[in-house]
């Protein structure tokens, strides 16, 4: 059996945070799929389909990795593709309790769907896509939290809305 396993999340932008989430992630399962939300709540610097571009080519090196936009409920994307596990990230007790929550209503959704919290690498534990966007709005350099092609595209972004 191929075991699949989502990683869903807004991405706005992904960080190395994410990324390292992503290689690990990878590495247990056959194939794992990048899940971008899109979510009318909010508003993101990036457009659903941007932030699916970006992490195509932040992942390219990463072969079992598929990068999909989706609205609705997570248990139906995994239902969609056949996905037997979750994948979340967990910095701090705050993101620990909320995705507990979450953990709960997906199983209850689809008891199937086991979730898997792993726990970023000491050097980026403090990385939040918010905290990025806060630097560079304020001119500090992002280069080594972020891919090359996400700085790149933040610097742009700001650039044009000013």
């Not at 706005?12 to 247990?28: F, M, V, W, Y």
Request: glycine share 4%; net charge negative; proline share 5%.
């Amino acid at each position: 059996m191929t075991t699949k396993a989502i990683y869903p999340g807004t991405f706005d932008p992904i960080t190395n945070g994410h990324l390292d989430l992503i290689q690990r992630a990878s590495k247990l399962v056959d194939q794992l799929i990048v899940a971008v939300a899109f979510n009318p709540s909010k508003q993101p610097m990036f457009s659903l389909e941007e932030r699916v571009a970006m992490i195509e080519q932040a992942c390219t090196q990463v072969q079992n990795v598929l990068v999909v936009g989706f609205t609705g409920l997570l248990v139906d994307l995994a239902k969609k593709h056949q996905a037997q596990v979750l994948i979340r990230g967990v910095r701090t007790n705050m993101d620990f309790e909320y995705e507990l929550q979450l953990a709960n209503m997906n199983r209850a959704l689809s008891p199937e769907l086991e979730t898997i919290f792993l726990t970023p690498s000491e050097n980026n534990s403090f990385i939040s896509s918010s905290i990025i966007k806060d630097v560079a709005r304020h001119h500090g350099s992002i280069s080594n939290f972020v891919p090359p092609v996400v700085a790149a595209a933040v610097t742009a972004k700001l650039s044009t809305d000013q």
